[in-house]
Antibody, heavy 119, light 110 residues
């Protein structure tokens, strides 16, 4: 059974940092690019970015709205993807999803973790 | 990168067919055959319905089909059913490992 479980969401103040984790099982994590998507309250889905597999150099790509503040990483030995979020803003408040990127589609998704940025 | 444009809402009666459009530019929808569609029931994880314009993942009903013409992609749901009521989002590759979602469409089954 495929599972992706996000964790690390919390209530933080503007300017603070947070690290999200996405623990996976049931598929070949090492052969997968991993993407992050968020949904702000009452808004649509927003693509945050992705990290390619090790064989492709673990390259990262970011949406303009988070570039320079967010960083993706991965630990294939733990089949876990990470999202480090720095300099958080109120507009970063959202449910954050991780997903497996496969054949130009996000085929498996987690249930999401809520990040709230508020003073 | 601006979000792709979708109608805010589409509705239909059970058994009918509906089509959701997704309009982009030559830099996204029109430039690549890498359009995907997602069904999202509030509070649940989104679900991939179509990838690479017109491919269905295993387990997705053949009532769902995708197409593309120029800068506009479309998702058609035929034989509309109550469980199809959800939000639908298109997504397109925009180059160099980047993607963009559409604005989303709420499908209502009357």
């Amino acid at each position: 059974e495929v599972q992706l479980v996000e964790s690390g969401g919390d209530l933080v103040q503007p300017g603070q940092s947070l690290r999200l984790s996405c623990v996976t099982s049931g598929f070949d994590f090492g052969d997968s690019a991993m993407a992050w998507v968020r949904q702000a309250p009452g808004q649509g889905l927003e693509w945050v970015g992705l990290i390619t597999k090790k064989a492709f150099g673990e390259k990262t790509a970011y949406a303009a709205s988070v570039r320079g503040r967010f960083t993706f990483s991965r630990d294939d030995s733990k089949t876990t993807a990470y999202l480090q979020m720095n300099s958080l803003r109120t507009e970063d408040t959202a449910v954050y999803y991780c997903a497996r990127d496969w054949d130009w589609g996000l085929v498996y998704w987690g249930q999401g973790t809520l990040v709230t940025v508020s003073s | 990168q601006s979000a792709l444009t979708q109608p805010a809402s589409v509705s239909g009666s059970p058994g009918q067919s509906i089509t959701i459009s997704c309009t982009g530019t030559n830099s996204d929808v029109g430039g690549y055959n890498y359009v995907s569609w997602y069904q999202h029931h509030p509070g649940k994880a989104p679900k991939l319905m179509i990838y690479k314009v017109n491919n269905r993942p295993s387990g997705v009903s053949n009532r769902f089909s995708g197409s593309k013409s120029g800068n506009t992609a479309s998702l058609t749901i035929s034989g509309l059913q109550a469980e199809d009521e959800a939000d639908y989002y298109c997504n397109s590759y925009t180059g160099i490992n980047t993607y963009v979602f559409g604005t989303g469409t709420r499908v209502t089954v009357l």
